[in-house]
């Protein structure tokens, strides 16, 4: 490996990772408005997501001009733009922060990265091919940090609330979902396009739905400059950093270094907000965690 790739690669690791710490602090901060302003997700989803896809949106059109509008000439794109922006972006985003709203953003993210196990046991079912051990070892591991988390071994009651395990694995769903169904899309115009619209239209489904202008909030320099910090922060930036860096060391890797993103809001919620974990909810995290590294490891699916 010559400087000049060796540099690149480092590079790509760094910002890969920069951008799962900052999706993690988002979470965290999400969490902040929430338990401590009194935000709900009811308000804080559509006001993020259709701002963050108009700036989105934005850098797309000052980058490629009028061609930002090309996915929603087609019929067969917007279509799929319109599930995607529904079922796979708003959806993801409402059910991860309504989880984090009954827990806390290390319990919410570490549930939701159940995601990419659904995402295996849909692509075994969609090639006819059953599951490899690793993967079947990934699947126990799962559940077996799932049920540690929620009942802590005591299977007789839960030790997180009902709603929290509920919105926690619905938002496992929908990540699952944001993962596969956007594929035709992401190849024919690229990440950046398709994230943008897809909050865009997500975010005016949830506002026409939730109107949070109807909602009596206190708007204070706190609540702005957190929501501007998940915004520009949290999202564009970790955003660009991501698909930066995936681009410099690859998917595979890239996959390894998101999963820092449960750890960083583990750790967050843990020095910024003084949420405390048990032994078993460790334990629980790290089960979970682990399938993504056993995932990796899948050479082609």
């Not at 009194?38 to 980058?63: E, H, N, Q, S, Y």
């Not at 997180?160 to 190849?187: D, E, M």
Request: with cysteine; charged share 15%; net charge positive.
């Amino acid at each position: 490996m010559d400087t000049n790739t060796a540099h690149s690669q480092k590079k790509g690791c760094i910002m890969t990772l920069s951008g799962g710490i900052l999706w993690g602090l988002s979470g965290t901060c999400g969490q902040y408005l929430m338990q401590a302003k009194g935000l709900t997700a009811d308000w804080l989803i559509p006001i993020r997501l259709v701002l963050a896809g108009i700036l989105l949106l934005g850098v797309c059109a000052w980058k490629d001009g009028k061609r930002v509008f090309q996915i929603i000439r087609e019929r067969k794109d917007l279509v799929d733009i319109i599930i995607f922006g529904i079922f796979g972006m708003s959806m993801c985003q409402y059910t991860y922060f309504a989880a984090i709203s009954y827990s806390n953003a290390g319990t919410a993210t570490v549930l939701e990265y159940i995601g990419p196990v659904l995402v295996m046991l849909y692509v075994s079912f969609r090639t006819g091919k059953a599951p490899e051990k690793v993967e079947l070892f990934a699947v126990i591991l799962a559940v077996l940090g799932t049920v540690l988390l929620a009942t802590h071994g005591n299977l007789k009651s839960l030790v997180i609330s009902h709603q929290a395990l509920f919105w926690g694995l619905v938002s496992a769903v929908t990540l699952a979902i944001y993962t596969v169904q956007p594929g035709r899309l992401l190849n024919k115009y690229g990440s950046m396009l398709v994230t943008g619209w897809g909050m865009m239209i997500g975010g005016i489904l949830l506002c026409l739905f939730f109107r949070p202008w109807t909602m009596n909030v206190s708007v204070d320099g706190t609540i702005i400059g957190g929501m501007a910090f998940i915004i520009l922060v949290g999202t564009i930036i970790a955003f660009v950093c991501y698909m930066e860096g995936v681009k410099r060391v690859g998917p595979k890797k890239g996959s390894l270094f998101a999963a820092v993103e449960p750890v960083s809001a583990t750790v967050f919620s843990v020095l910024l907000l003084h949420v405390s974990f048990g032994l078993m909810d460790l334990l629980g995290f790290v089960c979970i965690v682990s399938t993504i590294f056993l995932l990796t490891k899948d050479k082609q699916r």
